[in-house]
Every structure is written in C-alpha cells, then in structure tokens.
T-cell receptor, first 112, second 115 residues
Framework: DAKTTQPNSMESNEEEPVHLPCNHS???????IHWYRQLPSQGPEYVIH???SNVNNRMASLAIAEDRKSSTLILHRATLRDAAVYYC?????????????FGKGITLSVRP | DVKVTQSSRYLVKRTGEKVFLECVQD?????MFWYRQDPGLGLRLIYF???????EKGDIPEGYSVSREKKERFSLILESASTNQTSMYLC??????????????FGNGTRLTVT
C-alpha cells in the first residue's frame, strides 16, 4: 500500500491560515487522498477527500499537486478548536472494499 | 448527522476473560470497521465488514473476532483478553459501494484495560 509522510507537529496562530503538508510519492492513479482529524478524547472526524482536483468544503480546502505526489490541507482561519492530530491517508480504489490505513498524523497546536 | 455509538466509554477486564465491544450506527451504512489506537502506533485496522454476516481481516486480526448479525451492529470479540490488548478501540462506519470515496464516521471509542 502507498504510504504518506507528514511532519510530526506544527504550530500556528489563531485566526491565521494553516497549511498542513503531506507527501505521498508512491501514490497510484487510483488512490484517493483523505484527511481526518482527531480532537482530544474523541474519535477521528472526516475533514475532506479528493482524487485529482482541488476540493473545498465548509471545514477546509485540499490542494493536490499536479503530479499528485503531495497534497496540502488548508485551514483558512485557525481557531483554538482546530488544535488536533491531522491524518493524511490514501484509499486505493481496488474493488468496493478498500481499507483506510492511518499513520501517526501531524499534531497541530494553535496559539491564542 | 451520522451517529456511531460504542456501548462503553471505559472497560476494565481481567486476563482470560471473553470481552465484547459493541458498536451501533444509525445511518444504514453498509461498511463497518474496528480499529485500535495505541500511542506511537496510530490507528490500526483489526476487522471490517461490508455487509451483514460478511467480514474481512484488517492488519492486526490476531486475538480478535467479529460478528455482524444485523446491518446496524458490529461487535468486536476478544476471545481471551490479554494485557497487550489494553488499548483504545474505535468503531467506524461508511456508506457502501465505494469505501475509497466515502467518509468514515467514527464513534468516540472504548478505552479497554486488561489487568
């Protein structure tokens, strides 16, 4: 399975944009890129996913490099509630039942 | 909103006991998953199911079994609990057909301690 690489941690300031990077140099053409986040004492929460084009939703934006070997999760205006572990995951389109394998994620701290 | 409910938030069991962890989802999702989460190891997939009475092994199925008799309920069973199964257990569900293109919805976890 293709793997993702993320920095261990990142800090940001409240109300500023945050760019969380993810490298996936061995991605295949059928791999979808997913992002989840996990707040303290909670289960992971879906953030966004995409295949080739950039994606936007109410939580965040996903920017996917043209060669798809990297992607960036963009939080447009960080709040204290965005402090969490963010996971970048690849989900392969192999039949109907691909499984999502989580790595260690990146811990985002937000300074007031 | 999708709700995935895990029956217990905290559980303490003795070595050798048979342990049942229950998970229920209310959105008629076809797919259900069991993960465990340990510090430094991230989330690891134990088992998943894409239909009633169907199951597939994940990355670490040893020492576990599962049961899915009804679509909304997915049970994780520790046949004989051991101390190395002390962990946070997370259940998730997703809409069927294209698991690679469907968000996972997680419960809040069961923290199991085996003494």
């Amino acid at each position: 399975d293709a793997k993702t690489t993320q920095p261990n941690s990142m800090e940001s300031n409240e109300e500023e944009p945050v760019h969380l990077p993810c490298n996936h140099s061995t991605i295949s053409g059928t791999d979808y890129i997913h992002w989840y986040r996990q707040l303290p004492s909670q289960g992971p929460e879906y953030v966004i996913h995409g295949l080739t084009s950039n994606v936007n939703n109410r939580m965040a934006s996903l920017a996917i490099a043209e060669d798809r070997k990297s992607s960036t999760l963009i939080l447009h205006r960080a709040t204290l509630r965005d402090a969490a572990v963010y996971y970048c995951i690849l989900a392969r389109r192999t039949g109907a039942n691909s499984k999502l394998t989580f790595g260690k994620g990146i811990t985002l701290s937000v300074r007031p | 909103d999708v709700k995935v409910t895990q029956s217990s938030r905290y559980l303490v069991k003795r070595t050798g006991e048979k342990v049942f962890l229950e998970c229920v989802q209310d959105m008629d999702h076809e797919n259900m998953f069991w993960y465990r989460q340990d510090p430094g190891l991230g989330l690891r997939l134990i088992y998943f199911s894409y239909d009633v009475k169907m199951k597939e092994k994940g990355d670490i199925p040893e020492g576990y079994s599962v049961s899915r008799e009804k679509k909304e309920r997915f049970s994780l069973i520790l046949e004989s609990a051991s101390t190395n199964q002390t962990s946070m257990y997370l259940c998730a569900s997703s809409f069927g057909g294209q698991t690679y293109n469907s968000p996972l919805h997680f419960g809040n976890g069961t923290r199991l301690t085996v003494t």
